[in-house]
């Protein structure tokens, strides 16, 4: 029962009874009942709308919560302190903008900024972090032109700046959005993103119709042009629904790189500069390298520090950056942190287990290992290979150490895939032999040869039961030179991969062809005359076949791909503003 109909029956009601758990008030934002609103509003004073809930919550704050915006509206226009009334939650700091952007409510968001005069505190910060987080970087380019000293201030508690939450959304840019092949296609294919944001809302007809009583041809003409344009794009979200998604994606990330620029670009600060340093290191860690080069073409003598990090934290996007150097690459392999380690040093290690897991199974997390080892190897001097560090340990000396438990997983993993593959090659061989053996239709008593040679059909048998023999009998030698390798640091970079690869594509092939020659077999014995008796069989071989596919197929792709593919280092030289 509402509270109007209580007032009716007892004229004494007060609907503040009990405001420990939240008022009328409080109850009528919550569900929406802008009626309500409006009324208690009108009834309440300045201190009974400023009362809380026993969450430390005004009406406003729960307005925010639930983006409730035109309740906000209301409430506002009615008492504008209620935007600065903190919260009793958190230390008391938080205000009811803080609550509308922690809720994702972007609506409610823009019209609180639009009624703050003054931002230029630590409460702002905290602001510009959380709207950084929930990923509204147009509002944080907007609160940036309104406030520019936000750029330089850090929040007291946290003690973050903005540019430092920026550098640990790595979905935020293109390098940690991975668009796949399709969604590029869907973004080069439909337009740019800023088209489709400059049409606007969906023209009216009316205006189509009245316009050239009111405007010149060429706005008549413009409007018809945006109308056709919107009933394009309608028709493409009909038939790709995952365009608005990807474009809106994109856009995204477009925003947060105007919003890096904004916030690195600020020179002949100390303070500001530090910033750039800590959040240049913190995009190293995680590999943005859209932070990295950023911040580096403002300030050219950091480009050492993102070098030795990125190494260490197997960050390989922010890696290739040095790439761009030309010549002056050389200058930082030398370095050394106070521990007397070198890059390659660093890079012995072993990789966090965040990165380390990015690989499936330990085999090929050592192998990944070892291409980073090799890579930074080749990148250092010839002495700097051998050199020791304080504690007089080489680079090689701290690689051994720090793989010893993934070299035996390693090796415990490939011995078990082996031994698995091994059984499954084995009874190929042995069905396929048995096959050739006791050919189809039997044979000649007289001459000994088989009864349907002559036939196009055992033919097909013949080589595919033979194919099938010598391929089978090659993955099975294959995964035997696997179980009995010595399983050396060195091997797991090529030797045992190639192996794999060749035994898990031969064996691939057998399965194959032993499915073909049981589909010409059959034919031979019973499907001259019953044709459906082949296309039932072959659609019943396939199934064998396209389980491997499925199945063990995305293993020999990953092996092929990290052992011969073109790899995570991208070795392009240009010249690059921090040369």
């Avoid at 005069?117 to 990923?135: E, K, M, P, T």
């Avoid at 590999?287 to 950023?294: D, R, W």
């Avoid at 053996?437 to 002559?454: A, E, F």
């Amino acid at each position: 029962m509402c509270n109007e109909k209580i007032e009716e029956e007892d004229p004494e009601f007060d609907d503040l009874q009990g405001w420990k758990y939240g008022t009328d008030l409080h109850l009528a934002v919550d569900k929406g009942d802008l009626e309500r609103v409006k009324l208690r509003v009108q009834k309440y004073s300045d201190r009974e709308l400023k009362l809380k809930d026993m969450h430390g919550n005004s009406a406003l704050h729960i307005a925010a919560l639930t983006g409730n915006t035109a309740a906000a509206k209301i409430l506002v226009h009615r008492l504008p302190a209620l935007l600065n009334q903190p919260t009793s939650r958190d230390g008391g700091r938080r205000l009811p903008i803080h609550d509308a952007v922690r809720s994702s409510h972007k609506e409610t968001l823009e019209f609180f900024i639009k009624h703050t005069d003054d931002f230029n505190s630590s409460n702002g910060v905290l602001l510009l972090c959380d709207v950084i987080d929930a990923g509204f970087y147009d509002i944080a380019l907007s609160l940036i032109k309104k406030w520019p000293d936000l750029v330089r201030m850090r929040h007291d508690e946290s003690d973050m700046s903005a540019l430092e939450r920026l550098s640990r959304r790595e979905l935020a840019f293109e390098s940690g959005a991975r668009f796949n092949f399709w969604e590029r296609l869907i973004i080069y294919s439909f337009g740019d993103v800023q088209l489709e944001k400059e049409i606007g809302p969906r023209p009216q007809t009316s205006d189509i119709e009245a316009a050239p009583d009111r405007v010149e041809w060429r706005q008549w003409y413009k409007i018809l042009v945006q109308k056709l344009q919107y009933n394009l794009f309608a028709a493409i979200d009909k038939l790709v629904p995952q365009r608005r998604r990807i474009l809106a994606k994109k856009m995204m990330c477009i925003q947060a790189f105007g919003l890096l620029t904004t916030l690195c670009y600020n020179k002949g600060n100390e303070e500001h500069k530090a910033i750039c340093n800590s959040a240049m290191m913190m995009a190293a860690r995680i590999g943005i390298p859209e932070v990295v080069e950023t911040i580096a073409e403002e300030f050219p003598d950091t480009v050492y520090k993102f070098f030795q990090i990125s190494a260490e934290n197997r960050s390989e996007k922010v890696f290739n950056i040095i790439y761009e150097t030309r010549d002056q690459k050389h200058r930082y392999s030398d370095l050394r942190d106070s521990s007397g380690n070198t890059v390659l040093h660093l890079v012995a290690k072993l990789a966090p287990p965040h990165k380390l897991n990015l690989v499936s199974g330990a085999a090929l997390q050592m192998q990944r290992e070892l291409q980073w080892f090799k890579e930074v190897e080749n990148f250092v001097h010839l002495y700097a290979r051998e050199e020791e560090n304080y504690d007089g340990k080489t680079p090689k000396m701290i690689f051994t150490e720090e793989h010893k438990r993934l070299k035996e997983e390693g090796e415990k993993w490939m011995k078990d895939t082996a031994n698995s593959y091994i059984i499954v090659a084995a009874l190929i061989v042995t069905v396929v032999f048995a096959a050739a053996i006791t050919v189809p239709g039997g044979n000649d008593s007289n001459s000994g040869y088989p009864m349907l040679i002559k036939k196009e059909a055992f033919i097909v048998f013949a080589i595919s039961d033979v194919g099938s023999l010598f391929t089978s009998i090659t993955s099975l030698l294959m995964f035997l030179s696997i179980m009995t390798s010595r399983y050396a640091e060195e091997d797991f970079l090529y030797a045992l991969p190639k192996r794999l690869c060749i035994g898990l594509f031969t064996l691939f092939l057998s399965i194959i062809l032993l499915m073909v020659a049981f589909c010409a077999s059959t034919y031979v014995v019973l499907g001259r005359e019953r044709k459906w008796v082949l296309i039932l069989v072959v659609a019943l071989a396939a199934l064998p076949v396209a389980s491997f596919v499925f199945l063990q197929f995305p293993l020999l792709w990953t092996v092929v791909s990290s052992t011969y593919g073109r790899g995570i280092f991208d070795k392009k030289i240009r010249d690059s503003p921090f040369y």
